[in-house]
Structure formats: structure tokens, C-alpha cells
């Protein structure tokens, strides 16, 4: 079955820290990638989308993602992360079949 | 301003209630959904329309209907609430694909509590 994995439940870092949040599907066929971000008490929002070309793609606030196809992962990075980035990450894989599954979130906690 | 909206925002009642959680989108888009997520969890899709009259079951399970007579409107209806339906309900939208894979943008959420 198609699914997705997150590997931390839960991150916890101090502000200016480096971030990568590991995602991983299961599915052979054609995807398409997102990373949402659900800061508290907000809505679901995107943060990036990976549909064709460069595997590096670039989002708001600072963050990327590196699609490697190989490894069907889509692993979200930031290089200093903020007390402000504190929030749920949750990655997203959309099938050809028109069917975006979800992962079960990572919770960011940043510290000051 | 073009959003989702989402009421109630929370909801606690009694089993054996019906009830009904409202979505209303101002996006101008035809595809939308109902998603339910536990907390800590990941969300997994309950239904889902194309447009008018069109409903899809989704992956989960769901005791829940929906029904969609107008574009920005896409309510869902639990005939009679169970402590087992206790969860966040989310409802979002996006553009018909026709190819293009484009992202979903989400309302609030309503929390239901199911005494």
C-alpha cells in the first residue's frame, strides 16, 4: 500500500540550529511532493512543492527540499531555523492516480 | 478575501446526535475535501468531490455523508454522533488537476468532541 513515513516524531532545537526533517514514501510511479507547515492555532499551509526538474526545490521562510528519486525521499532542510518556525511538518506525496497521501507530522519545537 | 472556512470551530454534543460541519470556499475552486486527523496523526481522506454532484469516498472509512449542490459549499453530516467520531474534521480545496498537480489549501479545522 502507498504510504509515507516521517522519521522524527518530534524535533526539538535551539534557535539558529541546522533542521532536516527526513520523508520517505512508497510508491513507484510518478509524484509529486509537498511539505506543509500548520504553525499553532493556524491553518494547514504549503510550504514547498516539488513537481518536475531541479530536485532542489526552494520554499518560503528560508526552507528547501531535495527530492532524490533513488531513495524516495523528500527530506525538508533549513539552515538556521528561528524560535518562530516552531510548528507541525507534514509531508505530502501526490500519485498519479490524483490521491495525495499524507505523513503523520513531525512537531518542530525551537528554543530561544 | 479568497479563503476556506470552516464552523463550527469546536463542537462537543452528546451521542446519538446528528450533525452537520459546514465548509465554504471562496477560492473558485472545484475539487475539495474532508480530511479527519487524530492528534499526533496523520490525516487521512474521508470524501472528496470534483464539483457539483460529484462525491468520492475516500481512503478511510467514514460513517459520514457529504453532499455538494454548490461549487463553494461542501458540508458533511454525521446522522448520529458516536465517541468514536471524536477527532478534527479539515476540509480543503484545490484546482481540478487536468494535469497539473496543484496544492491543496485547508480551512481551520472543527474539533468534535463526542460525549
Known amino acids: 500500500a502507498q504510504s509515507v513515513s516521517q522519521h522524527n516524531h518530534h524535533v526539538i532545537l535551539s534557535e539558529a540550529a541546522s533542521l532536516e526533517l527526513g520523508c520517505n514514501y512508497s510508491y513507484g510511479g510518478t509524484v509529486n511532493l509537498f511539505w506543509y507547515v500548520q504553525y499553532p492555532g493556524q491553518h494547514l499551509q504549503l510550504l514547498l512543492k516539488y513537481f518536475s526538474g531541479d530536485p532542489l526545490v526552494k520554499g518560503i521562510k528560508g526552507f528547501e527540499a531535495e527530492f532524490i528519486k533513488s531513495k524516495f525521499s523528500f527530506n525538508l532542510r533549513k539552515p538556521s531555523v528561528q524560535w518562530s518556525d516552531t510548528a507541525e511538518y507534514f509531508c505530502?506525496?501526490?500519485?498519479?492516480?490524483?490521491?495525495?497521501?499524507f505523513g503523520p507530522g513531525t512537531s518542530l519545537s525551537v528554543i530561544p | 478575501e479568497a479563503d476556506i472556512y470552516q464552523t463550527p470551530r469546536y463542537l462537543v454534543i452528546g451521542t446519538g446526535k446528528k450533525i452537520t460541519l459546514e465548509c465554504s470556499q471562496t477560492m473558485g475552486h472545484d475539487k475539495m475535501y474532508w480530511y479527519q486527523q487524530d492528534p499526533g496523526m496523520e490525516l487521512h481522506l474521508i470524501h472528496y468531490?470534483?464539483?457539483?454532484?460529484?462525491?468520492e469516498k475516500g481512503d478511510l472509512s467514514s460513517e459520514s455523508t457529504v453532499s455538494r449542490i454548490r461549487t463553494e459549499h461542501f458540508p458533511l453530516t454525521l446522522e448520529s454522533a458516536r465517541p468514536s467520531h471524536t477527532s478534527q474534521y479539515l476540509c480543503?480545496?484545490?484546482?481540478?488537476?487536468?494535469?497539473?498537480?496543484?496544492?491543496?489549501?485547508f480551512g481551520p479545522g472543527t474539533r468534535l468532541t463526542v460525549l
Open positions: 480543503a480545496s484545490s484546482e481540478v488537476s487536468g494535469g497539473a498537480y496543484n496544492e491543496q489549501f
Open positions: 468531490s470534483y464539483g457539483v454532484n460529484s462525491t
Open positions: 505530502a506525496v501526490k500519485t498519479s492516480y490524483d490521491k495525495v497521501i
